[in-house]
């Protein structure tokens, strides 16, 4: 599922890594930098969402950056996304965070926000 939502970001334009030690995906695109957290199939997606967010949280600088943003990414099924989508979308606007979603044949589809 990383795979795929790191070859749709390709497809985008974004330069795509995927070999770091702290989060799924960075990718940079126009002096603009991504971190992406990506999680596949669980037998808990509202515990393995809310732990991705705490995640990308601690990622995030301790000053104000335009430049940085955050995406949080779910298998396309039912469980995953509702579990996304109930973050208050309030919150994921202050945080800067997007939602996507990859489904089976690894097509994506933004669930909220824009990396």
């Known amino acids: 599922m990383a795979r795929d939502f790191a070859g749709w970001l ?3 334009g ?16 126009d002096g603009r930098r991504l971190y992406a957290e990506v999680k596949g199939a669980t037998t808990a997606p509202g515990l393995d969402v809310d732990t991705a967010i ?3 949280v601690r990622r995030m600088p301790s000053e104000a950056d335009q430049s940085v943003s955050f995406a949080l990414v779910v298998r396309d099924e039912p469980g995953s996304v509702e579990a996304a989508v109930r973050a208050p979308q309030r919150i994921l606007d202050l945080l800067g965070m997007a939602l996507y979603a ?5 097509g994506v589809r933004q669930l909220f926000g824009r990396a």
């Open 102 to 106: 990859v489904d089976e044949d690894g």
């Open 14 to 29: 974004w330069t795509v890594r995927t070999d770091t030690e702290f989060v799924d995906i960075v990718a940079e695109k």
């Open 10 to 12: 390709s497809s985008q």
């Open 54 to 56: 705490g995640q990308l």
